[in-house]
């Protein structure tokens, strides 16, 4: 076989052993020669003892050469990180933010460093043996946080796309929906249930469209969900149609005015409440005002807050003006400037960045998840080109300024980490990104703290590649059990006064916030237990993992009780995404033995809160269908099993006791 002049032999490396096979190549050269040919100078036959030392009765001893020593020491140096990561994954969540940021930048860096020597190491080997670098076996792999490398082991089943989201966005406006969204549960329920839609008349399902705002529902996937990106927004037309210049009546606008400042400035604090009230107040002076006095910036600002609390009383089930609707405000924003494509070719102003999270907001609130998504998702990308995200040390700013920075940081984030919950998909924040000041609610450090771990059990659950069901139902297990006590020491570690979600005082301003962080909690739980729910089926080829239906029930009947009780303080934007995913989790229970008259008609009691929104509200309107017709759906499938399955009655109770555990 001709190799070529400029073909390259590689050198094999032995470990040193005792033997009495010759180490000589083909030449005539040995890979290594003893210690005492080495000293002496002189020829070795490489042979265990050689033949010189034999001769000379020398002991025959081989060393370990230069290249055996540096990867000696580089395996030790990789054990070494290797301790040091796994003591520094134990520690994360018992120190404060910074040093937590400190400890995320440490192991990526570390990560990194090991990705671009193992490729280094390919693809020096690919070279010298002519196999191919296998790709996937690094990019399929992932880290667990609570001891080291996890492989192939992730749980869940694999999520794919069902349909390509580019050919049917005029049937699907809403775009890709993840595991976590409620679309994802209702997919699960549909299929236990062999819920076909085709089989309903669009004509059934009308007066969904009818007086509310709504357009001509024609297939199954608008009549499935609550969001309302199939609405048509845009300026043309009818939509057009506005004054710019038009102010409502003063009486109505402080009642918009103070429905945004009670309800949602608490979440997302990047207002200027006294420069907002001294600009809001030259449109109702005692001569009647002007308009023209008011600079278009804060109009914009003025008329998105409109917006934002016409939104609330509609989501209310109340209408404070027929004639006025909250989307006219939406529109006078866009014409004044909100929205405008031009500020993709600059680098954005604070302002700017703060009326996109202001739209983002109003889209969020209003069921138009998608472009939300996308708005919201620019207001980030302006707000890193403003480094808000970073510590700023600038002397010419005040204490105020820098704090105003800090807040609309923080409520760029809520707003993404809400959309993430809703619409299933991945966040456009790392964990290390956000070093800058952390505002002194300590109720953004517990939103960061739980969404952290949230995204890592949504990115664990994101496919299932070990073929062995042993294997992976034990992976499932313990990947389900290391998340558990991770919320748990979550929620150990809540400030006290985010404790006590029955503090029933709707004047303490952190009531809102708690009651936002039970609905976050239960529902990092539910999507925690999504791989179980999904295995129950009869149709999933999965294995089945096993958890506790006490687990499942009570999560779902504490988001259930808690909208119930106070639908006033709830986090009104996206409390359908929690009831939707509640009751379609209660009804999947039901369906699989854990059905009693009693949680039947828990799973009813919402509804009648739906009814009352619904006759103004198209998106209550619409998920009020829906669970009507799944609940009728379930109890006839139910009671031709054979009615209530065994003990479900001591597991509700069961549910309850932990309720009132988890809500004391």
Request: proline content about 4%; charged content about 25%.
């Amino acid at each position: 076989m001709d190799l070529g002049m400029s073909t390259k032999i590689p050198i094999l490396q032995f470990t040193p052993t005792y033997n009495n096979t010759s180490e000589a190549n083909e030449s005539g050269r040995v890979a290594q020669a003893c210690q005492k040919c080495r000293e002496r100078k002189t020829k070795c036959n490489g042979q265990r003892p050689c033949d010189r030392c034999k001769d000379n009765y020398y002991i025959c001893e081989y060393q370990d050469g230069k290249r055996e020593k540096q990867k000696r020491h580089v395996r030790d140096l990789e054990e070494k990180i290797q301790s040091y990561e796994r003591l520094f994954y134990e520690i994360r969540d018992k120190v404060d933010i910074e040093s937590q940021r400190a400890i995320d930048e440490a192991l990526i860096a570390a990560q990194k460093s090991s990705i671009d020597h193992r490729n280094s190491e390919d693809r020096s080997s690919s070279r010298s043996s002519g196999v191919p670098r296998n790709e996937e076996s690094y990019s399929h792999g992932q880290y667990d946080h609570e001891g080291g490398h996890t492989g192939h082991q992730s749980i869940g089943p694999l999520e794919r796309l069902m349909e390509d989201i580019n050919t049917v966005t005029v049937n699907q406006p809403m775009g890709y929906m993840g595991r976590g969204s409620e679309v994802s549960w209702l997919r699960l329920l549909r299929a236990e249930l062999d819920f076909d839609e085709e089989m309903f008349d669009p004509n059934d399902f009308h007066h969904l469209n009818s007086g509310i705002g709504g357009i001509a529902v024609t297939n199954d996937i608008t009549c499935s969900t609550y969001h309302l990106d199939d609405i048509n927004l845009s300026l043309s037309g009818e939509n057009g149609q506005v004054d710019v210049y038009f102010i409502p009546p003063r009486e109505l606008a402080d009642q918009l005015v103070h429905a945004y400042f009670s309800s949602v400035e608490p979440f997302i604090p990047m207002i200027d409440a006294e420069c907002f009230m001294e600009q809001y107040d030259k449109l109702y002076t005692s001569n009647g005002g002007s308009v023209t006095e008011i600079q278009s910036r804060w109009l914009i600002v003025i008329n998105l807050i409109f917006a934002i609390g016409g939104r609330y009383y509609e989501s209310m089930g109340r209408v404070l003006s027929p004639d006025i609707k909250h989307l006219s405000y939406l529109q006078r924003a866009r014409i004044l400037g909100a929205l405008d494509g031009g500020q993709l070719f600059n680098i954005a102003t604070l302002h700017e960045v703060q009326v996109l999270a202001l739209a983002g907001m109003y889209l969020l609130s209003s069921k138009h998840t998608n472009r939300s998504w996308n708005v919201v998702g620019i207001a980030l990308r302006l707000a890193h080109g403003l480094g808000l995200n970073l510590h700023n040390d600038d002397p010419a700013l005040t204490s105020k300024q820098r704090d105003m920075r800090v807040r609309t940081w923080y409520s760029l984030v809520y707003l993404e980490t809400t959309l993430c919950l809703v619409t299933g998909r991945p966040s456009g924040i790392q964990a290390h990104a956000s070093i800058g000041p952390i505002p002194d609610d300590p109720y953004y450090l517990a939103v960061a703290k739980l969404c952290t771990i949230t995204g890592t059990i949504q990115s664990e659950l994101d496919a299932a590649r070990c073929p062995d069901a042993v294997a992976a139902r034990n992976a499932s297990e313990a990947v389900i059990a290391k998340h558990q006590r991770r919320l748990q020491r979550w929620r150990d570690e809540l400030h006290e006064t985010l404790e006590n979600i029955r503090h029933t005082n709707e004047e303490d301003l952190f009531q809102r916030k708690r009651i936002d962080l039970t609905f976050r909690y239960h529902n990092a739980l539910l999507i925690l237990h999504f791989a179980s729910l999904a295995t129950l089926s009869t149709h999933s080829p999965f294995p089945s993992v096993t958890t506790p239906p006490t687990v499942l029930l009570a999560s779902t009947l504490s988001i259930l009780s808690t909208i119930t009780a106070g639908p006033n303080l709830m986090p009104w934007w996206c409390y359908l995404h929690y009831l939707v995913t509640a009751e379609a989790v209660l009804m999947l229970l039901m369906v699989h033995r854990h059905a009693t008259p009693e949680l039947f008609a828990r799973a009813r009691q919402p509804l009648a809160w739906l009814e009352t929104c619904g006759s103004v509200d198209l998106a209550s309107a619409r998920t009020l269908w829906q669970l009507d017709t799944l609940l009728a759906r379930v109890e006839t499938k139910v009671l031709r099993a054979g009615g209530m399955g065994t003990g479900a009655e001591e597991r509700v109770l069961e549910a309850d006791a932990m309720v009132d555990m988890l809500l004391r």
